[in-house]
């Protein structure tokens, strides 16, 4: 219990804290022209209040991600609250704020356009192939998975009929200004899952479970060889420590901040909720079970199934209301997350060939494709591909770190918030492609961890060519 109440408390003190240390670092001035100010068109330039803008954020970023992420990695151990704190307040949070303020300084453009700005080019050419279809199989697996559940729960209403209104519904959000329906709806799911986290919290405090403490950095894996807890925890636990996807989604609240002073709440504050939300739940997973090995043998007899351990634990300590929160969190916050895939990857179509957006016809003929394609994806068998979604979005996340390294570099601020964070995790997601039995699996560990060491001081000489390089030009 008192590991888990450190980290609670290091996460909240680190809002008003290290959030205000990166505010002075980005230099946020209330008084510049925001993008809902400057290109205010009604659809997707929409200025809104605050406390809005914050929890469509969350839900945004958030979807299964902070559950399902969290329980998994639980059962490493209470090493995972180390991860969840550290890499929410200095890794996570850093990255969604500034690069959120970035964003909101170009534009609100998405984060391929802003990427190629700082990175080249080249790099603006992949980040709009990888994104786009990121976003995309995003969207199809949030299509599938409530389809799924639901017809699960009602089989008499036929599977396709839940996947096409599903898709439906996707479309009519994806095409209408952001504040009919996500400006509306979204706020309300996302004060539903903040209570349900609050609820879960209470269970814990005041429950008969016992949260285990990190005494040691032992691995509670059924097999710690074939998980290490380096790279793989780092992976595993991706929203509610840092995720690439968020920043495809944070241009969407980019063009609806109302002034510069909202971007901790919304961008910072967003992943400190997140943060807050994943390590409730890796507390509630671990003690619900007994531990972190028990916990992961519990997840090898359903197939690692997080879904059955939301649903379990949702209906075992909070009853009627726990079911329903549980469905919220299987079915709705995976739709809510879907929809906005959907639609940030319009987004980036429409900044590629500078296609505006207050007409209709033109929102129809970027969307209607992505739509089919995305409902083809749930036809196929892509089971293997979804296996690599987690180091797919590790190593977004790591590019848009190098990113913010270049930009504050270029704005001459001090990167190390960003340099540090950038140089872990690429050693990460290198190490993950030797050791991982998805890649390489490497059994020589200290070969695989000094190749990805290689590869980590390799692209940092290159980062660094490029800032001396700049530096020139601008001088």
Not at 134 to 147: E, I, K, Q, R, Y
């Amino acid at each position: 219990m008192i590991t888990f109440l450190l980290c609670l408390a290091a996460l909240i003190v680190a809002y008003f804290t290290y959030g205000r240390r990166l505010e002075r670092l980005a230099e946020i001035n209330p008084a510049n022209p925001v993008p809902s100010e400057k290109l205010y068109d009604g659809i997707d330039y929409v200025p809104m209040p605050r406390w809005r803008v914050f929890l469509i954020q969350l839900l945004n970023i958030a979807g299964t991600g902070p559950i399902f992420g969290a329980i998994l990695g639980a059962a490493f151990g209470p090493v995972a609250f180390l991860w969840i704190t550290l890499g929410g307040i200095f890794m996570g949070a850093m990255h969604d704020f500034l690069s959120g303020v970035m964003l909101v300084r170009n534009n609100g453009l998405s984060i391929p356009e802003v990427t190629g700005r700082y990175l080249g080019n080249g790099m603006r050419q992949f980040m709009r192939i990888f994104s786009v279809l990121l976003l995309v199989l995003v969207g199809a697996v949030f299509l599938l998975s409530p389809a799924d559940i639901l017809y699960g729960m009602l089989p008499s209403i036929p599977h396709p009929v839940w996947v096409w209104g599903i898709l439906a519904y996707y479309f009519i959000a994806t095409l209408l200004p952001i504040d009919k329906i996500i400006g509306k709806i979204y706020p309300v799911f996302g004060i539903a899952l903040i209570l349900m986290a609050l609820c879960l919290l209470g269970v814990l405090l005041f429950g008969p479970y016992r949260i285990p403490e990190m005494t040691t950095f032992a691995n509670a894996q059924l097999d710690p060889h074939k998980l290490p807890v380096i790279p793989t925890l780092f992976i595993t636990i991706a929203c509610g420590a840092i995720s690439g996807f968020h920043a495809t989604q944070s241009p969407l609240m980019a063009r609806c901040v109302r002034n510069e002073r909202e971007c901790r709440a919304v961008f910072y504050g967003a992943m400190i909720s997140e943060s807050i939300i994943a390590l409730i739940w890796a507390a509630i997973a671990m003690a619900f079970f007994g531990g972190a090995h028990a916990l992961a043998e519990a997840l090898a007899q359903t197939g690692n199934s997080a879904a059955w351990v939301v649903n379990i634990i949702s209906n075992t300590t909070l009853g009627v209301v726990g079911g329903i929160l549980a469905l919220l969190g299987v079915v709705a916050a995976p739709i809510t997350s879907g929809d906005t895939a959907f639609r940030s990857a319009r987004l980036i179509i429409a900044d590629i060939f500078h296609i505006e957006q207050r007409t209709v016809w033109k929102r129809f003929a970027i969307a209607i494709p992505l739509f089919l394609v995305g409902y083809l994806i749930t036809r196929v068998d892509f089971t293997v591909v979804w296996r690599y979604f987690a180091w797919t979005n590790q190593t977004l996340a790591t590019i848009v770190l190098w990113t913010i390294v270049v930009w504050l570099a270029q704005t001459r601020r001090n990167r190390i918030a960003a340099l540090l964070p950038a140089l872990f995790m690429t050693f990460i997601c290198s190490s993950f492609v030797f050791v991982s039995d998805q890649f390489f699996g490497m059994e020589n560990r200290t070969l695989a961890y000094a190749a990805a060491a290689a590869i980590t001081l390799l692209i940092f000489s290159i980062i660094l060519i490029k800032i001396r390089r700049d530096g020139r030009n601008n001088a």
